[in-house]
């Protein structure tokens, strides 16, 4: 069954250079699936991974302090939990930029990671982190536990939604681990998502949109088994789901486990009454926010915007925002400065545009950091200049 039709857009992280702004773009169907079997939604897949992870890609985590708390905070408690030590070897996959692997250098832990967009290799190289420039898999997998490098940790955040071959993706982890060994896994959690209307969460790099439920019956399927589970308030709501070895039985199962696929069952995760009025409910988000930009520009109002997110970017295609309503996005990474946003075709500014420009409106597009956001521009309100989210709801914040 369909969850959503968004439409067509280009790759979210394909950012426009001043060269290529007078080229053609490639646009590509942004359609979710629901399988009433397993209950995987999967968005339409119509462009690769090596496409959409590029070396010119533009993400680095480390350019939110809120995200990098999380991970210092992610390396104590697994440290303490796990008992890690300078004997121990933890993996990364998915490293960017070394944001999370840095905390596990500053223990002496040893510890590298698997990254495979050019771009946040280098930097994380640039920190002194060992890094495997290749897309995971139980191929590489198994070379690197065969050439003695297996875990006794592997972390993989945010990126077990962004594999085009999921089953392939989990079996490495099971080919890597020690027999002791733990994985981690965070995903922005599917519940969150319907429940909360974050429908600009979806774009081409998300291959899968995950429940506990879809994601404990692929792991057995591939060699792993969940022992515990975690909810957090990152990216709107995600979950830390822990797993081992098939064969090991270090971990007994938590009750937060069967406590959450209770839940997801008693919410209906499994049923297809769950993902109807999906489709609805982001159209009205969409007419809500184009009709406050609208209403802005009418008054006279200046709009700017605040973070050139992936998020940011399905929300302008699907709602046909272009420069006329939001004239430029800043953003900290000084990667995307200079650039345009894919599809709007918006530029991308450093921060002083703001100082400069003084607007009475910012819109800040990940909306998942906005009190981080608020915090960084409080000097706006000297202007009186207000904040507005578009997602899970129309929300304007007075500067004043």
Not at 12 to 37: D, F, I, K, Q
Not at 94 to 123: F, H, M, W
Request: include cysteine; charged fraction near 20%; aromatic fraction near 10%.
């Amino acid at each position: 069954m369909s969850l959503i039709d968004l439409g067509s857009a280009p790759p979210s992280n394909a950012y426009l250079t001043a060269e290529t702004l007078n080229g053609p773009e490639t646009w590509y169907p942004l359609r979710v699936l629901v399988c009433t079997t397993c209950w995987l939604v999967q968005t339409e897949d119509h462009a690769g991974r090596e496409e959409l992870f590029s070396a010119e890609y533009a993400y680095f985590s480390s350019t939110s302090t809120s995200w990098l708390a999380h991970s210092k905070a992610y390396v104590g408690a697994m440290v303490d939990r796990f008992g890690l030590g300078a004997d121990s070897m933890v993996v990364e996959v998915a490293a960017n930029d070394g944001y999370l692997l840095q905390y596990v250098k500053e223990r002496g832990i040893p510890c590298y990671g698997v990254e495979p967009t050019a771009s946040t290799a280098a930097a994380a190289r640039e920190k002194g982190i060992e890094i495997d420039e290749r897309f995971f898999g139980v191929q590489l997998a198994t070379e690197l536990a065969a050439a003695g490098r297996q875990a006794d940790l592997t972390a993989a955040n945010n990126v077990l939604a962004h594999v085009p071959d999921i089953n392939d993706f989990v079996s490495g982890f099971a080919a890597l681990l020690k027999p002791s060994g733990v994985s981690t896994f965070e995903f922005p959690h599917l519940l969150k998502l319907v429940q909360e209307n974050q429908f600009d969460t979806i774009y081409h790099e998300h291959y899968s949109y995950l429940s506990l439920t879809a994601v404990n019956r692929i792991f057995a399927a591939n060699g792993l088994r969940c022992f515990d589970v975690e909810e957090l308030p990152t990216h709107g709501g995600s979950l830390r789901v822990y797993a081992q070895r098939a064969d090991s039985g270090r971990h007994e199962a938590s009750p937060r486990l069967a406590a959450m696929l209770a839940r997801e069952e008693e919410c209906g995760v499994a049923s297809e009454s769950f993902y109807e009025g999906f489709q609805a409910r982001a159209g009205k988000m969409k007419d809500d926010f184009l009709e406050f930009l609208i209403d802005a520009k009418r008054k006279g109002l200046k709009v700017g915007a605040y973070g050139a997110a992936a998020k940011g970017n399905t929300l302008m295609n699907f709602a046909g925002i272009r420069p006329d309503l939001i004239p430029y996005v800043v953003d900290r990474a000084a990667a995307k400065q200079g650039k345009f946003m894919p599809g709007s075709r918006i530029p991308i500014v450093g921060e002083a545009r703001i100082k400069q420009d003084r607007p009475d409106v910012i819109v800040i597009l990940p909306w998942n950091i906005r009190e981080e956001v608020m915090a960084q521009l409080a000097y706006a309100r000297e202007w009186g200049a207000v904040f507005v989210t578009a997602v899970p709801e129309l929300t304007v914040q007075p500067g004043r």
